[in-house]
């Protein structure tokens, strides 16, 4: 079976779309992983379906498979492809987005300078709602890994995400802090790890471990979390810039029940057909 596929990237995050609007593909777990491996298949972090929407005002249905097969529910360097991947294909000629996710309606707006801004929908800081185990809202949570104490805010962005503060990036101890925490018990749908390092009131550096991944060069999600742990902290201004391995974002939270927004690039990379 030969099925086509369009490869993109958003700072490096990079992505395999199917155009599901008039087609139904349905991947097997062991496919997805097999399309996601960078040396025998094709090579990327996720793989986005894009779907029609039969809802009203709702322009189209977005799922996300992680490079470990399972689904999640949220994927913002994706929903910026996701949203240049529909214009450029002609499956609208709309620039303003209302699409379908599995955690809710998020709002893609394609910018004059062809940046993409995401209204990426309110953060959840309940515990049951991220989810982590947790008896109340805390600004930020004590938490063992191993033998060691550390401190992590924990907040979802429609997926699970820990962001722990750092002294400096490039030390950070993604691989190995990042993989515990990421598997850890209070996480009980695991969860993405960020690692964030406070240049200033307005710039931050991160490092994002990502749950089905690994390490990633970008996570939007990762990088919206990251400014409402830190704004909640009293640390981080309204429009913080965050500077990923891949690039930067611009994240815009406006406090407590605001949404969250998103602006960054989505980048065409290839054409492609699989054989499977
Ligand atoms: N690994 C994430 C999904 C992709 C998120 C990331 N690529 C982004 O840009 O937000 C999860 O399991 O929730």
Redesign the pocket.
Known sequence: MQIAFTKMQ?LG?DFIIFDNTSNSISLTTEQIRFIARRRFGVGC??LLFVEASNKPNVDFRYR?F?ADGEE???????ARCFARFVVDKGLTDKKNLVIETHSGLICPQIEENGDITVNMGVPRLNPVDIPFNADKVELQYPIMVGTDLYKIGAISIG??HAVLLVDSIETAPVETVGAKLSLHHRFPQRA?VSFMQIIDNSNIKLRVY????GE?L?????ACAAVVVGQRLKRLDSIVTVNLPGGQLQIQWAGPDAAVLMTGPAVHVFEGTIEL
């Open positions: 958003g995050n972090d996720q996300i992680n999640v529910q949220q994927c913002g360097n994706g997926n699970p993405n990502e749950r089905g991944v990633t970008a996570c939007g999600t990762g």
